[in-house]
């Protein structure tokens, strides 16, 4: 156990719907990253919070994305008017300790499909 | 045109013999570096993690060793087993003021009874 959970595991969409994702971490105060993992590829950095704060977004973030953190706790993901080319793993991870580098933990993913 | 990123590289062994997965990096200012296991359908999930002052950790069944002269990652598994089969990644962490992970391309590992 990882200590991350993620709903729905998995997402089934028609392209232009809106879907929603939610991470809940064990522990609050942290840092909470959340990450986009295509086929055959490694993970990639799409945001991450620091406590409720979002302090970075990657180019791959889109304006149809948004993420929250309310209270520092658990994290949604929003997609807008989806794509195809939204299909993917997505993977949120929490860090303990605010100073330094520290391990990741992820969670078991959402799959989203649109078709 | 060929999709690269569909042609993972892989290593196949049989059960009971070790297993050494490599990883190049690129960043000379990372600092921070983890291996994860990844199965079908899971998250990453932590195997063991090095810091850059060190070159050598070692786990259960699990070494990792890191060369910052020529950037290079390995991660070597004794007695690997059955449930040791996942794609493995080596990722790394360049400090600054955001701790993403950067993560290599993956290792497809298949042990074979």
């Known amino acids: 156990d990882t200590g991350v959970s993620q709903d729905p595991r998995h997402k089934i969409t028609k392209r232009g719907q809106n879907v929603t994702f939610r991470c809940d971490p064990i522990?609050?105060?942290?840092?909470l990253y959340w990450y986009r993992q295509t086929l055959g590829q490694g993970p990639e950095f799409l945001t991450y919070?620091?406590?409720?704060?979002?302090?970075?977004k990657s180019r791959l973030l889109s304006d149809r994305f948004s993420a929250e953190r309310p209270k520092g706790s658990f994290s949604t993901l929003e997609i807008q008017r989806t794509e195809q080319g939204d299909s993917a793993m997505y993977l949120c991870?929490?860090?303990?300790?605010?100073?330094?580098?520290?391990?990741?933990?992820f969670g078991p993913g959402t799959r989203l499909t649109v078709l | 045109g060929e999709s690269v990123g569909l042609h993972l590289p892989t290593l196949s062994v049989q059960e009971g013999d070790n297993s050494i997965i490599n990883c190049a990096y690129s960043?000379?200012?990372?600092?921070?570096f983890i291996w994860y296991k990844q199965e079908s359908g899971k998250g990453p999930q932590f195997i063991i993690d090095i810091r850059s002052n060190m070159d050598k950790r070692q786990g259960q069944r699990v070494t990792v060793l890191l060369n910052k002269t020529v950037k290079h990652l390995s991660l070597q598994i004794a007695a690997t087993q059955p449930g040791d089969s996942a794609v493995y990644f080596c990722a790394e962490i360049s400090g600054g003021s955001n701790y993403k992970l950067t993560f290599g391309k993956g290792t497809l590992l298949t042990v074979n009874p």
């Open positions: 991870a929490r860090e303990e300790g605010l100073a330094g580098a520290n391990t990741q933990y």
């Open positions: 919070f620091q406590n409720e704060a979002q302090l970075e």
């Open positions: 960043n000379s200012a990372s600092d921070y």
């Open positions: 522990s609050e105060h942290n840092r």
